[in-house]
């Protein structure tokens, strides 16, 4: 009788294991895998599938079955068990058993994480900046850099490891590439950071995961992972800097802070990358499309310089209306520097005419 019943369990956690464990290696639970540190963060989880599942068909197995087996039957409404003063062997081998696993798993856990961190012999640094509600990336001068770049978008080159320096301007942000398998805190007054190895070309999704207020949900920013020597172009390109007296509103692709650049196209720099303002509001000639704030092509149409201005630093002075006060952030007096808020005011004023 006991045998038999030992044999039923065994072949039901068996079929447990069977069906559950293919199905959960098949379903695809993360994103395209973009870098090393991916790859390997998936083996760990594929290897998780494999320990964890059989845990839970023992678990699950011998519960139903009692629940089903050992039911109380018509007749056994007064009666109890036998009485059970404990197994030892029992106590030693299920106590054992998760123990050895979990240290194990820990081993595991721990190498990876010392592997995936690793200091490699060459690597990019990326400042990284987080504000209400918008992601810039600095890249500081250094071998193949040799005057800093900000950009609004992350651009990458592949098979090269890359560290992120992150910092936060105002609250806790967190920045997240899904498909690179890593995130951290953005933290006011402090550098947090990681690496990877982006190793697939491609353009993907950075997002905020930290709620940072009401326009946390369009913290969205983009990673293009490109070739050695589109990397190297790109760079020149950034480096190159505006033409003096370049046309308002024209291809200001960003002089990266440069000094000689006209305000305006410093303006359309700031308004896309380090301002953040597109996060949130609409304007034709920088291609932003945010809808948390007024649209900027209707509601600044044929206002001041100023007005504009006024705005800027104190958004609470005229609120339009449909727009609730206090939801922009009041401090770009002293997040911006005097010439990004010039250019600002210079290039708004040109492009809403
Ligand atoms: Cu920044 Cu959420």
């Not at 850099?145 to 992350?154: E, G, N, R, W, Y």
């Not at 950034?238 to 046309?247: E, L, N, R």
């Not at 990266?256 to 006209?262: C, D, F, P, R």
Request: glycine share 10%; charged share 15%.
């Amino acid at each position: 009788m006991r045998n038999k019943q030992t044999v039923q369990l065994i072949a039901i956690g068996l079929t447990i294991c069977v069906v559950l464990i293919p199905v959960g290696l098949a379903i695809h639970w993360f994103p395209p895998l973009g870098s090393t540190q991916a790859h390997k963060i998936h083996t760990l989880y594929d290897v998780l599938i494999v320990v964890t599942v059989p845990v839970f068909a023992v678990v699950a197995t011998i519960v139903l079955y009692s629940v089903w087996k050992f039911r109380m039957k018509p007749g056994e409404e007064e009666t109890d068990g036998p009485p059970v003063h404990g197994n030892t062997r029992l106590e030693i081998i299920w106590t054992t058993v998760p123990a050895v696993l979990i240290l194990g798993l820990c081993v595991y856990a721990y190498v990876l994480l010392r592997d995936i961190e690793k200091k490699p012999a060459r690597e990019l640094v990326v400042d990284v900046t987080g504000q209400q509600f918008a992601w810039s990336y600095q890249y500081p001068v250094q071998s193949g850099i040799a005057k800093p770049i900000d950009s609004d978008v992350l651009y990458l080159p592949k098979d090269l490891s890359v560290r992120f320096r992150v910092h936060a301007k105002d609250v806790l942000h967190d920045f997240w590439v899904p498909s690179f398998g890593m995130k951290i805190d953005a933290v006011p007054g402090q550098v947090t950071g990681y690496r990877v190895t982006p190793d697939r070309l491609g353009q993907y999704p950075a997002a905020c995961l930290e709620l940072c207020g009401l326009g946390h949900s369009t913290m969205r920013s983009t990673v293009r992972v490109v070739t050695p020597s589109q990397f190297t172009a790109w760079v020149s390109k950034q480096g190159g800097g505006a033409k003096p007296g370049a046309t308002p509103g024209g291809t200001a692709t960003g002089p990266g802070g440069g000094t000689n650049a006209a305000p305006a196209a410093v303006g359309k720099q700031t308004f896309v990358g380090a301002g953040g303002c597109g996060g949130c509001h609409r304007l034709a000639d920088a291609g932003t499309v945010g809808t948390l704030g007024p649209d900027l092509d209707k509601y600044l149409k044929g206002k001041s310089p100023d007005f504009i201005r006024t705005s800027i630093i104190k958004p609470n002075a005229v609120v339009e209306k449909g727009y609730p006060a206090g939801v922009m952030p009041p401090d770009f007096a002293t997040k911006l520097s005097k010439d990004q808020l010039d250019g600002l005011v210079a290039y708004l004023a040109a492009v809403t005419k």
